[in-house]
């Protein structure tokens, strides 16, 4: 099980490996919010506080949004990441 916590909405669930981010904020209500849910709005932009190394690699459209954004390497669209190994995640909406 991996550990993912929203300290500013002071939320921590255990989830197993393999979960989207998106089910965990959705299950959760983190206050993170999702429009195309395909990685090309930015709507669901989140800082990964701690973690990234447990989480999957930026897809295709995702590392296209985030360029175009001009993000940071700590960025991340919510829609298009999965918890890939067990670990502590921190994670933080933007908007
Ligand atoms: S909801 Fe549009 S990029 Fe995630």
């Known amino acids: 099980m991996a ?3 929203f300290p500013s ?3 921590e669930a255990d989830v197993p490996v393999g979960t989207p981010l998106k089910k965990v904020i959705e ?3 983190a206050n993170v919010h999702f429009a195309c849910s395909d990685g ?3 709507t669901c932009l989140v800082r990964i506080i701690k973690g990234m190394e447990f989480l ?3 897809t ?3 590392a296209r949004t985030l360029e175009m954004l001009g993000t940071e390497d700590d960025k991340r669209l919510a829609c298009q990441v999965v918890i890939e ?3 502590t995640i921190e994670v933080e909406g933007v908007y």
Do not use: F, S, T, Y
Request: hydrophobic letters at 10%; a positive charge; one cysteine or more.
């Open 40 to 42: 090309r709005c930015g």
């Open 60 to 62: 295709p459209n995702e």
């Open 3 to 5: 550990k993912v916590k």
């Open 9 to 11: 909405d002071n939320i």
């Open 56 to 58: 999957n690699k930026r």
């Open 85 to 87: 190994k067990d670990g």
């Open 27 to 29: 299950e959760q209500g």
